[in-house]
């Protein structure tokens, strides 16, 4: 268990002191060669270097320029005025608003911070001038954020597929009916909400507007038609769905909704650039860590010490996710993949649980950590743009995290919740 105490204690040691979770990754990587007597300054650039010197990975800059594509050419906009036009006249209107919204942006983007930022910059003034109060309006944004690494396609299960050796495709079509549960049990909660505060609906549009916002949102709807058509089709891999996404996202937002000049192009370029280097670099050292984990069996280590849980799936299953909960209030969703997936996914199928649903449940369980203290990355974005205390922000969050929890205990109970849509693929 020597390995085992080096891989947290460095880790977490690195993160505790303010260093870079990438700089831990590598350092942990390092201490670990050094205790295997293992010590290659060759090998940790190679490794380093082959981490993001993957083609299926090369998704991952596509979606995120996809995304920032998305916000910067009215694609977004217009998913939400199409939600506004058919339920915005429901009592808490603009709350149906958020959750429609984010169940259309999280089948293009597959990002929980592009997509939150973006419903909360249009829709929390929105929620204010109808006087809403900003905690409820808050948590719902930011929990209606966190379904889009769920609904195909998603960023964090082409992370996933990657780093464990999972398909990706199958990733994909197991989120979409639990991405749909995590919609409808925001609806129940927040017409409980509506009910208890009285909360103003907005004007009933007519049917003549309506049709006319759906045709100015038919460009932006045909987006994820285009990508689960293709995929299911075989005329596309996951990997060549993210160039998809992003080439279409361009092509409607410079020349059929004229949004995006050549100007703003470079912001959005930049905007992308950036992000994807921190992702990347990330990948290429949790590869180094990884790496090494595998040489030092660190999994066969791990599952003879539970070996007494490994005949029973569930409560296996049940105490994986409390722990991968736990990790992910301290730390944001890719950072988790990389450090855990090569751990956890051995483990899992050492204990008889099928991959893909483990890699769906590993998502989704990183995903509420998202919306969970001390960290909450996707709170402080919520914060951040409507100028809120965090305070405010996690007060209105509970009722739709329990709501999460919840679902996620019943996924734990029937997991052909997230395997039955798998056969659709066949």
Not at 293 to 320: Q, R
Not at 391 to 414: D, M, R, S
Request: a positive charge; glycine letters at 10%; one cysteine or more.
């Amino acid at each position: 268990m020597i390995v085992t105490f080096i891989f947290l204690f460095v880790l977490i040691g690195g993160m505790v002191i303010g260093m870079p979770i990438a700089h831990s990754l590598i350092l942990t990587g390092v201490a670990l060669m050094w205790h295997l007597d293992f010590f290659d300054t060759q090998l940790l650039a190679q490794n380093l270097q082959a981490g993001f010197d993957n083609f299926p990975l090369l998704a991952v800059p596509f979606f995120i320029l996809a995304g920032e594509l998305m916000n910067a050419g009215g694609l977004s906009r217009r998913i939400i005025d199409l939600a506004s036009a058919f339920v915005g006249h429901i009592r808490g209107g603009l709350g149906f608003v958020t959750i429609g919204a984010a169940v259309l942006l999280a089948s293009m983007s597959g990002s929980a911070i592009a997509d939150t930022a973006a419903l909360a910059t249009i829709l929390l003034p929105m929620m204010r001038d109808q006087k809403y109060p900003d905690s409820y309006s808050a948590g719902l944004l930011a929990s209606g954020g966190i379904i889009a690494p769920i609904i195909p396609p998603s960023m964090p299960f082409v992370i996933y597929g990657v780093t464990t050796n999972t398909s990706i495709s199958k990733l994909f079509l197991s989120g979409i009916v639990p991405g749909l549960i995590m919609g409808t049990f925001l609806i129940g909660a927040w017409w409980t909400i509506a009910r208890k505060y009285k909360l103003a609906a907005g004007e009933r549009v007519a049917w003549g507007v309506r049709g006319k916002t759906l045709l100015k949102s038919f460009w932006a709807m045909m987006m994820p038609v285009i990508i689960l058509g293709g995929l299911k089709g075989g005329v596309f891999t996951p990997t060549e769905a993210a160039v998809v996404a992003a080439v279409y996202a361009l092509f409607v937002s410079m020349v059929i909704y004229r949004e995006l000049s050549w100007s703003k192009l470079y912001d959005v370029f930049l905007a992308a650039a950036k992000t994807t280097a921190v992702v990347m670099f990330l990948c290429g050292a949790a590869t180094v860590t990884a790496y090494m984990i595998t040489l030092a069996d660190l999994p066969n280590l791990l599952a003879d010490s539970f070996s007494g849980l490994m005949g029973n799936p569930m409560l296996f299953m049940a105490l994986m996710m409390l722990f991968l909960l736990a990790v992910g209030t301290a730390m944001d969703l890719t950072p988790t993949i990389l450090i855990f997936g090569p751990v956890c996914a051995p483990l899992a199928v050492k204990a008889g649980i099928d991959p893909v649903y483990f890699g769906f449940m590993f998502i989704y369980v990183g995903c509420i950590g998202l919306i969970t203290p001390p960290v909450g990355t996707v709170q402080n974005v919520v914060a951040g743009v409507g100028r809120l205390r965090m305070e405010t922000v996690i007060k209105g969050t509970t009722p739709f995290l329990l709501a999460y929890v919840f679902l996620a205990v019943l996924l734990v109970i029937f997991p052909q919740i997230v395997l039955a849509p798998l056969r659709w693929m066949h």
